[in-house]
C-alpha cells in the first residue's frame, strides 16, 4: 500500500535514529536584504583568535521563553593556519588552471599542499563585509562538527585583508552539476537515494546532535559536494546559525538562496530547523523530478517547483501513480516501494507549516534505507 501523505504524522517514533561554474564550496548566497552591515575595518592579523561565541543568556525577567544560545567553548582547533605565500604556491598562483568555481563573496581554487594532500581553498574578496561575517561564522561553526556526512575545513589563513578557508578537497563537484549540468548522463535511481540519505544524516547531525543546534541557512543542490562513489557532503556553513535547544526559532535577517526558503522565513525572519527540513524538501523534489527550484526556461511552471509539485505529491500518494512526477530520463527504472516512500518525505517536508513537518532523523526513517 502507498504511503500516505500523513505517513510521517503517523509513524510511532518511539526510537528515533540520531546520527549524525558556481563555486561548489558554498554558492552565492542571493540576499533579500541588501542593507547589510559596511564591511569590518580590515588590519594585519599575525594569529588567529579563538572563535567568539555568541553573548550569553541576556537578563530577562523570569519564566522568560527567550534565550540567546551559548556554545560551548570551541575545542582545540584539528585544523592549521597556512601562511598567504603557502596557499599561493598551493594554487599555482590562484590559476585559472585551478579554478573550481566563484561566487559573490569569493573564489575557489584547487590546491595541493607540500605533503601531496589536495585541497580546496576558497578566498574571500577583500573588502566584502558579507565576507567577512561569512569567514568568522564558518570557522566558528564548522571548527565544532565532524561527521561523514559534513565537509572538512582543514584550515585557514588570514593575512592582511586577505580571508582564506581551505578545506579538504571534494573531487566529484555538486549535485547541481550531475542533476542539472548540461550534457550530463542521467543520475540512476539508487544514486539519488544515496545522495538524499547522506545530505539527510549530515543535516540530522547538525539539528539533533550538536547542542546547541546548526542550522544551516543554504541546503541546496549547489552545497552538496560529491566524492566519485556519490557520498554526499554537506558545504557551506557561511550563513549558519546556532540555535537554542529550548527556543522554537530565531528572528534574523533572511538570506538563502530563492526557491529554496521555507515561506515562513522568507515572509518573517523566523528561522528553525524546520527551515532547513523545508529547504531539504525541495532538494528531493529536484531529485524526484529532475527539474530545477526556479527555471524561467520551463513554462509550464508558473511559480516554483513546490508549488507545481504538490498537487502532483498529493495525486500520486493516493492513486500510486508516479508518472506525472518523477523525471522521465529515469524511464521508471526504479523501485516502486522505494519511490512512494521518498515521495511521502518530500511531500512531508514541504509541508506550508512548519510544525507539521518532521525531524530529519523521523525522515531517515520512513526513508527506510540504510546507506
Not at 536584504?33 to 588567529?48: E, I, L, R, S, Y
Not at 561564522?137 to 582543514?154: D, F, Q, Y
Not at 522521465?328 to 512548519?354: F, G, I, T
Request: charge should be neutral; hydrophobic fraction near 35%.
Amino acid at each position: 500500500m502507498v504511503e500516505s501523505m500523513a505517513s510521517l504524522d503517523c509513524v510511532k517514533w518511539g526510537s528515533v535514529w540520531n546520527p549524525g561554474k558556481n563555486d561548489p564550496y558554498g554558492g552565492p548566497p542571493q540576499q533579500w536584504q541588501h542593507n547589510v552591515p559596511p564591511p569590518a575595518d580590515h588590519h594585519a592579523v599575525t594569529v588567529f583568535p579563538k572563535p567568539s561565541p555568541p553573548p550569553g543568556t541576556a537578563s530577562r525577567p523570569p519564566h522568560s521563553p527567550v534565550q540567546v544560545p551559548t556554545p560551548p567553548p570551541p575545542p582545540q582547533p584539528p585544523f592549521s593556519t597556512f601562511t598567504y605565500e603557502e596557499l599561493v604556491m598551493a594554487t599555482d598562483g590562484f590559476s585559472n588552471a585551478n579554478l573550481l568555481g566563484q561566487g559573490g563573496f569569493g573564489y575557489v581554487h584547487r590546491g595541493v599542499l607540500p605533503n601531496g594532500k589536495e585541497v580546496a581553498v576558497k578566498q574571500l574578496k577583500a573588502g566584502s563585509g558579507q565576507g567577512e561575517r561569512e569567514f568568522q561564522a564558518e570557522v566558528e561553526i564548522i571548527s565544532r562538527v565532524h561527521h561523514k556526512h559534513l565537509v572538512t575545513l582543514a584550515g585557514y589563513c588570514i593575512t592582511g585583508s586577505h580571508r582564506l578557508l581551505v578545506y579538504e578537497f571534494v573531487p566529484n563537484n555538486t549535485l547541481e552539476f550531475h542533476l542539472h549540468g548540461k550534457g550530463r548522463p542521467t543520475m540512476d535511481w539508487s544514486t539519488r537515494l544515496k545522495i538524499a540519505l547522506g545530505s539527510a544524516k549530515g543535516l540530522a547531525y547538525l539539528h539533533e546532535d550538536c547542542h546547541p543546534k546548526i542550522i544551516h541557512r543554504d541546503i541546496k543542490a549547489a552545497n552538496i559536494l560529491l566524492d566519485f562513489k556519490f557520498e554526499a557532503k554537506v558545504a557551506d556553513f557561511g550563513l549558519a546559525k546556532f540555535s537554542s535547544d529550548v527556543n522554537t526559532h530565531v528572528s534574523t535577517r533572511v538570506m538563502g538562496t530563492f526557491g529554496y526558503l521555507a515561506p515562513e522565513y522568507a515572509a518573517s525572519g523566523k528561522l528553525s530547523d524546520k527551515s532547513d527540513v523545508f529547504s531539504f524538501g525541495v532538494m528531493l523534489l529536484e531529485l524526484l523530478t529532475g527539474r530545477r527550484p526556479v527555471d524561467a526556461n520551463q513554462t509550464f511552471m508558473e511559480d516554483s517547483l513546490v508549488d507545481w509539485a504538490r498537487p502532483l505529491l498529493t495525486r500520486a500518494l493516493e492513486d500510486g501513480n508516479f508518472d506525472t512526477l518523477v523525471d522521465p530520463c529515469l524511464q521508471k527504472d526504479y523501485n516502486h516501494h522505494e519511490m512512494a516512500r521518498m515521495v511521502a518525505c518530500a511531500a512531508a517536508c514541504v509541508r506550508h507549516s512548519a510544525r507539521r513537518r518532521p525531524r530529519m532523523s523521523q525522515v531517515i526513517i520512513l526513508a527506510h534505507i540504510v546507506a
